[in-house]
């Protein structure tokens, strides 16, 4: 399950894929920093969807991290967004300043990891 070429990526990826998977329970373990007021089940019950599916293919991808790297980057670049925008609406509406040590750093770090770590093209390129 970990790449020979890049061991390290793959235990981000790996690491990432599980929280992915494991929204759901953080969410209701932690629900001040990993939560939004008002609480929008609908909506949270979609991301918990689209992320337990992102979780399973980001832990496919670390065994082989060459022959996914249009996902790997998606990870990344998706994290990265997704964190900023909801920094921006941390920072301007105070009831959601928990969020600040939860959702927001998490994926802000785990995508610039992924980012980092990630093959910037193809080897035979």
Excluded at 76 to 102: F, K, R, W
Aim: proline content about 7%; aromatic content about 12%; cysteine-free.
């Amino acid at each position: 399950m970990i790449s020979s070429t890049n061991p390290i990526l793959s235990v981000v990826l790996i690491v990432t894929g599980v929280a992915f998977l494991l929204l759901y329970p953080v969410m209701m373990v932690f629900p001040a920093s990993w939560t939004w007021e008002p609480r929008q089940y609908e909506y949270e019950q979609m991301l918990i969807g689209v992320y337990f599916v992102l979780g399973i293919f980001a832990i496919i991808a670390a065994g082989n991290p060459l022959k996914h790297l249009g996902l790997i980057w998606f990870i990344a670049l998706s994290n990265i967004v997704h964190g900023g925008i909801m920094l921006v609406q941390a920072l301007i509406d105070p009831v959601e300043y928990p969020n600040l040590y939860g959702d927001v750093p998490a994926l802000i770090i785990s995508g610039v990891l992924i980012a980092i770590l990630a093959p910037k093209r193809l080897a035979a390129d």
